[in-house]
């Protein structure tokens, strides 16, 4: 069944810090979650259209959300890339590597299909996301020398060679011209850590259509975004296959950037449930105890894809 996707390719200017750690030696993601896609979303909407407006976009998503974001993942020579589900079992070295496959493998996961020797040929390839490590020091704010105790860290960056991002959304009527002014200033404006020296800034955003073949026959539901489940979804979220993410970091608010949110476990990308309608939730992140003039959320909202919850097995 052909269904007609949006999507937004974003290429870097430069490396991105994603970090998750938080230490002397700080790592990066790979990917941009949705919550962290988000976070940046509404930080330029609300440099936009201001405070009252942001506050009226978030209280829609009580109702039926006004905008729906996956993750943000690979777009390489024109192909977009998907993570693997994980009701896939990996038989062999080369398969547990496997993190993203090109679409029409992905396609074919989503039907049914186990992993075997045709998706370890369309997996991303090598070389195209790179990490690496730069050493920083901590400066400080009342004698302008390096902090004695700790100053020295380790930063975590992202790099894509030839490559970009991109990210699958809906967006209500009312909201789209809105939502696509944001993106733009968010490319300017970056996303995730380190912004004010230049990290997470990307060219001018490019949206367009994809068409995606899914199955007809599907009985379960594929998560390509971050998932904090919302009151009455629970009751068999144990029977799928999937793996937690605890989420945490600092507030980025024009009127606080240094309190931390507080922490919350979340169900990963590429986790897959049986049965339908995961709608999920925005969670209430705001630190305790710490007088700030608005709320601050976490996005768990889910975008999903449907597909088949057990993959064939050779033999059966």
Not at 224 to 245: D, H, V
Not at 265 to 280: I, L, Q, W
Not at 290 to 313: D, K
């Amino acid at each position: 069944m052909m269904t007609t996707l949006n999507a937004c390719i974003l290429k870097p200017k430069g490396p991105l810090h994603l970090g998750q750690r938080e230490g002397m030696r700080e790592g990066t993601e790979t990917l941009v979650h949705s919550d962290t896609l988000f976070s940046a979303l509404c930080h330029s909407f609300l440099l936009l259209y201001g405070r009252a407006e942001l506050e009226r976009f978030l209280a829609a998503f009580g109702s039926t959300p006004p905008l729906l974001i996956s993750s943000a993942y690979c777009h390489c020579q024109d192909r977009f890339y998907f993570p693997v589900p994980h009701n896939q079992i990996p038989v062999g070295k080369e398969q547990k590597k496997i993190r993203f496959v090109m679409q029409s493998e992905f396609e074919k996961l989503l039907a049914g299909k186990a992993l075997d020797e045709e998706t370890v040929q369309a997996k991303l390839p090598e070389g195209v996301i790179t990490t690496d490590d730069v050493p920083r020091v901590t400066v400080s704010r009342l004698t302008g020398t390096a902090a004695e105790e700790g100053g020295f860290y380790h930063l975590g960056q992202v790099w894509l060679h030839n490559a970009a991002f991109f990210f699958l959304y809906e967006v209500k009527p009312e909201w789209k011209e809105k939502f696509e002014a944001t993106v733009r200033l968010m490319c300017d404006e970056g996303v995730g850590g380190y912004r004010t020296v230049g990290k997470g800034q990307f060219y001018p955003p490019e949206f367009r259509q994809i068409e995606l073949n899914l199955p007809s026959s599907a009985d379960a539901e594929l998560l390509l975004s971050l998932y904090y489940p919302a009151e009455g979804e629970t009751a068999r979220l144990a029977e799928g296959w999937y793996q937690l993410i605890f989420r945490r970091g600092y507030v980025y608010s024009p009127d606080n950037r240094s309190w931390r949110r507080k922490a919350v476990g979340m169900f990963a990308e590429g986790s897959v449930f049986p049965g339908g309608n995961h709608r999920g939730m925005l969670v209430d992140v705001t630190p305790d105890r710490v007088l700030l003039p608005h709320p601050v959320y976490r996005y768990g909202v889910a975008f999903t894809l449907p597909c088949r919850f057990r993959p064939e097995r050779r033999g059966e």
